[in-house]
């Protein structure tokens, strides 16, 4: 009788944790709508002055369009100087696209070597490659140029190019994914049926180490591109900026030349267009590798 007598709906007091309050619900959302509010401000207003011509962007609204002329601007960015913008972009694409295809290769070794191989003073390598990701991009700038200069290869590629593809912090990430996501009994079967060290890296370890590897570029590729203090330290020759470089150089002739300044707002707006399709074009390969680690 008692089991009857407790049908019908639950008591409020009994409800489980997933039953959260409506109005949770509500201020969760209007947190994450000014949190999108806050990141999303600063891409609307370089969208808006980017539409400017210089007139309008100093007397109108900074928060509101004017007349149109995103064309002109554009005409004037990818022509200014015989077209120096596009070497910039071409400069960029080069450090941060093979930059991070090299350092993404670099890490992915290093940490399933870590990982999986047996050797003496492997925890010690370790523990100076996790202290090499506590040591700040400022603290190396001089010890990097005094290097180059030793070397007289400042003022080339190679001075941005080289530093760019060491990654402390995805040989840890390779490390910590090659442990749980490449079991070692693949690998010794791999070697009882005569694989060789290279095929079983290229082959079975990498594939299952993918989504860190994607992971891993797209931390290295934003980090090299939006890179301002080693091309700043080391490059002279306008030739080789990257974009970042490039458009500081264009803001410090703003007082001589002050046409400039819409250049430079349109050069930053054109600049980020590259994150995001980069973002978007990896992504499916990012959730697809995520979930296939997931089943197996």
């Given amino acids: 009788m008692s089991a009857s007598t407790h049908t019908g709906s639950r008591p409020a007091s009994t409800r489980g944790p997933r039953e959260v309050s ?3 619900v509500v201020i969760a959302m209007v947190f994450l709508v000014a949190l999108a509010v806050y990141f999303l401000l600063p891409v609307y207003w370089l969208v808006v002055n980017a539409t400017k011509t210089q007139s309008d962007l100093v007397t109108s ?3 509101w369009f004017a007349d149109w002329a995103l064309w002109d ?26 930059g991070a295809a090299v350092g993404t290769l670099l890490a992915a070794m290093a940490g399933f070597a870590l990982a999986k191989y047996r050797f003496r003073g492997r925890e010690a390598i370790f523990s100076v490659i996790l202290g090499g990701v506590l040591v700040p991009a400022t603290a190396l700038a001089l010890p990097l140029f005094l290097l180059f200069a030793k070397a007289s290869q400042t003022d080339t590629i190679w001075a941005v190019f080289l530093p760019s593809i060491v990654s402390p912090f995805g040989v840890y990430l390779s490390r910590i994914f090659a442990a749980s996501a490449v079991p070692d009994e693949i690998i010794e079967a791999a070697r009882i049926d005569g694989a060789t060290e290279r095929r079983i890296f290229f082959g079975i370890a990498a594939r299952l180490m993918a989504p860190a590897l994607v992971t891993i570029f797209l931390f290295q590729f934003i ?32 007082s001589r030349d002050p046409q400039l300044q819409t250049l430079v707002i349109v050069g ?3 600049s980020v267009v590259p994150l995001i399709v980069v973002f978007l074009s990896l992504q499916r390969f990012w959730q697809a590798g995520l979930a296939a680690g997931s089943v197996k």
């Fill in 268 to 270: 930053s707006l054109v």
């Fill in 223 to 254: 980090a090299i591109w939006n890179n301002f203090l080693l091309p700043r330290v080391m490059l002279n020759d306008a030739k080789l900026y990257p974009l970042t470089y490039g458009l500081f150089y264009w803001q410090t002739q703003i």
């Fill in 61 to 63: 609204n900074g928060f």
């Fill in 22 to 24: 409506r109005l949770s």
């Fill in 73 to 98: 601007n554009l005409k004037g960015l990818f022509t200014r100087d015989d077209g120096v913008f596009i070497r910039w972009v071409l400069n960029s694409v080069l450090y941060a696209g093979i």
